[in-house]
Every structure is written in C-alpha cells, then in structure tokens.
C-alpha cells in the first residue's frame, strides 16, 4: 500500500489549492478514505471522509463549505479542493484509508499547506 | 459533537515501567475507539481499533480495553523506541475526532 500525497504550498489568505493523493498496492474503488491534519506542533485533526463510491461525504465543521473531498476511483486518486483558506488552516495534510471502519490503518507522508501573505 | 479527552497530555516513565495512557468520550461510542503511535517527524501508525484489536505487526507490549466512555492503552514494558506521541480517535461517526495526544518519554 502506497499514499503519495502533493499539491501542497504557500497560498495566501483567501486563496484555493488541490490536494491529490495518489493510491497503489490496493483496490483503491473498495475503501473509505480521508484527510487528517495536523499543524505545526499541534495534534492531529480530522478534516473530512469519502466513502468508496464517492457518495457520502463528511467534513468537520471548520472547513464545512470551503473545503470538498472527492475521489476517481479510474485513477486510483483521492482529492481535497481547498477554498477560502485562512490562516488556521496551515497544516502538514496526510491521506489517509480508512479499515473496515474508519480508522485509518495506511497513512500518506504528508503535503504541507502554508497560508501566509 | 462527542469531546476526546486524553490524560495525561505527557509522562515520563523508565525502561520496563507499565504505562497507562487513558481516553475519555465525552458520550458512549462502544467500542469504536483507535489508537496511534506518532514518532517526531513520523506518519502515524495505527497500533489499536475496536478499542482492544491489536493491529497486524504491532508488539504484543500494547494492548487496549474500555469501551462506552472510559479507554486505555497500555504499554505493558515501555521500550526506548516507544518514544512518541499516542493519540485515540473515535469512529462512531462523523466527526472522527482525535483526543488531544499524550507524549511518552524515557526517564
């Protein structure tokens, strides 16, 4: 199982960014998977879940309508699209797939957003 | 939202010590209750789920119980390479929220 997290990078108050995570050594189409932060010194924070077919999402209620996970299964690719980013949003982002229920038994290396002027 | 509340935020204990860390929900989540093991500068690694279900290729030091409320993981003869941040997680359902972490360290 391999979790290739990119996209990450400087970005601006207000600004937008797309986060991809790229999945191998799994049938990716057949598990739930998520994003989890952490900033700089802090603990972990769960940011949002998709289930395997895409249909169900989930978000904590601080990137509700700013931030949307999505997936294509036909490219083994998870994403986080996102929006109106804020300072409190500076984070190392892991991808993440979730076990049989959603806990996270497989983690990516990680993409740092930085959102800075 | 159901709180995680993880004590104590950090310990020190000696090689061979039995470390207890706990995780509190603030409402019932049965057993649907992780836990992971951060080292600095580490991914996380999941060492429990179902609260007491040792994950694959974990030592058999670690071990969970609890459910409901009250959880705890405990390291049974702490090693030097067990230095990290422990954190639980619940998964009863949206939010999947983390308790806070408890930094174990070698004295």
């Known amino acids: 199982v391999q979790l290739v997290e990119s996209g990450g990078g400087l970005v601006q108050p207000g600004g937008s960014l797309r986060l991809s995570c790229s999945a191998s050594g799994f049938t990716f189409s057949r598990y739930t998977m998520g994003w989890v932060r952490q900033a700089p010194g802090k603990g972990l924070e769960w940011v949002s879940d998709i289930n395997d077919s895409g249909g169900k999402t989930y978000y904590t209620d601080s990137v509700k309508g700013r931030f949307t996970i999505s997936r294509d299964n036909s490219k083994n690719t998870l994403y986080l699209q996102m929006n109106s980013l804020r300072a409190e949003d500076t984070a190392v982002y892991y991808c993440?797939?979730?076990?049989?229920?959603?806990?996270?038994?497989?983690w990516g290396q990680g993409t740092l957003v930085t959102v800075s002027s | 939202d159901i709180q995680m509340t993880q004590s104590p935020s950090s310990l020190s204990a000696s090689v061979g010590d039995r470390v207890t860390i706990t995780c509190r929900a603030s409402q019932g989540i049965k057993n649907y209750l992780a836990w992971y093991q951060q080292k600095a500068g580490k991914v996380p690694k999941l060492l429990i789920y179902?609260?007491?279900t040792l994950q694959s290729g974990v030592p058999s030091r670690f071990s969970g119980s609890g459910s409901a409320t009250d959880f705890t993981l405990t390291i049974s003869s702490l090693q030097p390479e067990d230095v990290a941040t422990y954190y639980c997680q619940k998964y009863d359902g949206a939010p999947l929220t983390f308790g806070g972490g408890t930094k174990v360290e070698i004295k």
């Open positions: 993440a797939r979730a076990g049989s229920m959603s806990w996270y038994d497989y």
């Open positions: 179902a609260a007491s």
